[in-house]
């Protein structure tokens, strides 16, 4: 489960977090949509959003 969601669960002793020395923090996200040339500027917009999103959480 992604940090960002179980995060209070995690700060609340709710959930402990297991194989911490596994697994990296630097992990990629990808967002996946038809390659076009002109992409429609909500899908650009939602892009966007989410990479800013992200970047903050981090």
């Known amino acids: 489960?992604?940090?960002?969601i179980a995060?209070?669960?995690l700060q609340s002793g709710e959930l402990i977090s297991l194989f911490d020395d596994y697994f990296t923090r630097d992990?990629?996200?990808y967002a996946v949509y038809p390659h076009r040339r002109y992409l429609p500027?909500?899908?650009?917009?939602?892009v966007d959003f989410l990479s800013n999103w992200?970047?903050?959480q981090a």
């Open 1 to 4: 489960m992604p940090d960002f």
């Open 7 to 9: 995060q209070a669960s």
């Open 27 to 29: 992990r990629g996200i």
């Open 41 to 46: 500027a909500k899908v650009r917009s939602f």
């Open 54 to 56: 992200f970047r903050k």
